[in-house]
């Protein structure tokens, strides 16, 4: 059982491209998120998606778009990347039913913007 | 003033210590608390979670709420070099999925 997949791992661009982040889970959760975690910032929720098709913005959304087609993946998009978008990316998943059920996270993708 | 403060540390002990990692919150609408454990270079991963307040123990871990004080604590027992990590507290309001995290407490345990 994988659970949360994050692709790539390490990824570094120059200013101005664009890449997308991969987020894969295999426990048929409906919630998603993306955070980003930057020293002493914590993490920062970037955009959610509650379901297929839906996507929902968080904290820190200017700058990335998100799309959600299938209910097993999540996207994260940077159209035109910044040295401000340098950070540590984070997906996690969490199953609907109920109140206490926890976030589950991917092991990040290390994004370095020149 | 953010809604969850937590100290960032380095907190470091010797082994076989007793850790107290804390988290002050503003808002009272809080109901559920989670402490996360993050290695270095891996995603956070849930240790204990409880709703409302009370203890909760599972093992060398043992996490306290206070909602009168909205003051919540995790202590971990006989610490091991293998729990120096990054603590983070996270909680939510009753009928939130996003919950609100604290910045995290570094904990470093030395031999």
């Known amino acids: 059982n994988a659970g949360v997949t994050q692709t790539p791992k390490f990824r570094v661009l120059k200013t101005g491209q664009s890449m997308t982040l991969l987020c894969a889970q295999d426990m048929n959760h409906e919630y998603m998120y993306w955070y980003r975690q930057d020293p002493g910032m914590g993490l920062r929720l970037i955009h959610y998606s509650v379901g297929e098709g839906t996507t929902a913005k968080g904290e820190v959304p200017d700058g990335y778009n998100v799309s959600r087609l299938k209910k097993q993946n999540f996207l994260l998009g940077l159209e035109s990347a910044a040295p401000s978008q340098t950070s540590v990316y984070f997906c996690?998943?969490?199953?609907?039913?109920?109140?206490?059920?926890?976030?589950?996270f991917g092991d990040g993708t290390r994004l370095s913007i020149l | 003033q953010k809604e969850v403060e937590q100290d960032p540390g380095p907190l470091s002990v010797p082994e076989g210590a007793i850790v107290s990692l804390n988290c002050t919150y503003s808002n009272s609408a809080f109901q559920y608390f989670m402490w996360y454990r993050q290695y270095s270079r891996k995603g956070p991963e849930l240790l204990m979670y409880?709703?409302?307040?009370g203890n909760k123990e599972d093992g060398r871990f043992t996490a306290q709420v206070d909602k009168s004080s909205k003051y919540i604590s995790l202590f971990i027992r006989d610490s091991q070099p293998s729990d120096s990590a990054t603590y983070l507290c996270a909680m939510t309001q009753g009928g939130s999925y996003i919950p609100t995290f604290g910045r995290g407490t570094s904990l470093i345990v030395h031999p």
């Open positions: 996690a998943s969490r199953d609907q039913t109920g109140m206490n059920q926890p976030q589950h």
């Open positions: 409880t709703y409302s307040s």
